[in-house]
T-cell receptor
Framework: DVKVTQSSRYLVKRTGEKVFLECVQDMDHENMFWYRQDPGLGLRLIYF???????EKGDIPEGYSVSREKKERFSLILESASTNQTSMYLCASSPLAGHEQFFGPGTRLTVL | EDQVTQSPEALRLQEGESSSLNCSYTVSGLRGLFWYRQDPGKGPEFLFT???AGEEKEKERLKATLTKKESFLHITAPKPEDSATYLC???????????FGTGTRLQVTL
């Protein structure tokens, strides 16, 4: 079974803090993704990576950056957290283009 | 721009009352249509992939079908444990990205 794990289930941070969200997958997948999910807006892609050290912007990259130093690990960074970044953050991985993505359990981030 | 629309937004069924969820899409070059189940506070769980019109997939009480413009998730004799949000997504072009609909929230009561 594919396993995608995320470093925290719940996180509370203050405005202006730098926030790191970590994601690890154990199936040697090439592709990894970061989404945020908000009521009424569905899942929106922030960034994705198709190889180590490679990244591409998704639909809403502003205020975020990512890092992929190892194939199994993909980090999402909020350089200076703001209240409008309060959301559920979901990480996913997939083996190839056009194939199903497997999701982690999510991190509920609250920025005060 | 790729678009995915799911209907209805919410559906309440009694146990045993079969129904269908709809996912209509407008894309250029469909590479796959994906169905997921999501329980509250959890990540989406993969259910099915459909690649071409006419294809069908089944799993327990769920059956997914695909036409050139839409997909249906048929739920036969649902049970309360089928209560969840069901998400539809499309993959297009050469990228690995998926475009998601906003989901159908299903509640099955006794």
């Amino acid at each position: 079974d594919v396993k995608v794990t995320q470093s925290s289930r719940y996180l509370v941070k203050r405005t202006g803090e730098k926030v790191f969200l970590e994601c690890v997958q154990d199936m040697d997948h090439e592709n990894m993704f970061w989404y945020r999910q908000d009521p009424g807006l569905g899942l929106r892609l922030i960034y994705f990576s198709y190889d180590v050290k490679m990244k591409e912007k998704g639909d809403i990259p502003e205020g975020y950056s990512v890092s992929r130093e190892k194939k199994e690990r993909f980090s999402l960074i909020l350089e200076s957290a703001s209240t409008n970044q309060t959301s559920m953050y979901l990480c996913a991985s997939s083996p190839l283009a056009g194939h199903e993505q497997f999701f982690g359990p999510g991190t509920r981030l609250t920025v005060l | 721009e790729d678009q995915v629309t799911q209907s209805p937004e919410a559906l309440r069924l009694q146990e045993g009352e079969s129904s269908s969820l709809n996912c209509s899409y407008t894309v250029s070059g469909l590479r796959g249509l994906f169905w997921y189940r999501q329980d509250p506070g959890k990540g989406p769980e993969f259910l099915f992939t459909l690649y071409s019109a006419g294809e069908e997939k089944e799993k327990e009480r769920l059956k997914a079908t695909l036409t050139k413009k839409e997909s249906f998730l048929h739920i036969t004799a649902p049970k309360p444990e089928d209560s969840a949000t069901y998400l539809c997504a499309v993959g297009t072009g050469t990228a690995s990205k998926l475009t998601f609909g906003t989901g159908t929230r299903l509640q099955v009561t006794l």
